[in-house]
């Protein structure tokens, strides 16, 4: 029996393979997306939640990891919506704090390279929905039509984001590593 008959017939071991799955690659997608790593989990939780409420009703066509990633995603801009006014008064008041944002564990720092954390940054920084289509593509590996199908665009929509988005995260890397060789430069003469 097909993946999706097995959860619209409410069979508690296909949740545990959907789950298994798919996990992973949603908390990243989601993690990456917030850049909260306990936001992420509360809306991987709400996105299982989803899915359970939502088998029944699911088609037989149903392609469960574009499924997946538009309810996360969804999640996701609901979430935003809701909190865009608290979040930028809470933002405010954070960077009035003496001890400002919290700083990573030297486990952390240690364990992440420079180009890591370069292209971290790079990605954090850019508009949300360049973000997510890299996220989704990138680094999920959904392929076009997938990611295309997970933000309710057309898969030509989606080649024209992802190119501006990586056009524009070349630009942020560049620009990050042009005051470093700059600085190489007069060290030098």
Known sequence: MALVARLRAGDAAAFDD???????????????????????????????????????????DTRLGPWLFTVARNLYASYCRSRLVEDSHVASLIGLWPCGTPQPSPFESAAATESERRIEAALAALPVLAREALLLVGVQGLSITEASEACGISPEAMRQRISRARALLTRRLDDVAAPRLTGLREVET
Do not use: K, M, Y
């Not at 997608?29 to 709400?46: G, N, T, V």
């Open 18 to 60: 959907v789950i298994g799955r798919f996990h992973a690659p949603l908390f990243n997608f989601l993690a990456r997306l917030s850049r909260r790593r306990d936001l992420a989990e509360d809306l991987l939780e709400e996105t299982w939640l989803r899915l359970v409420a939502r088998a029944p009703a699911l088609r037989e």
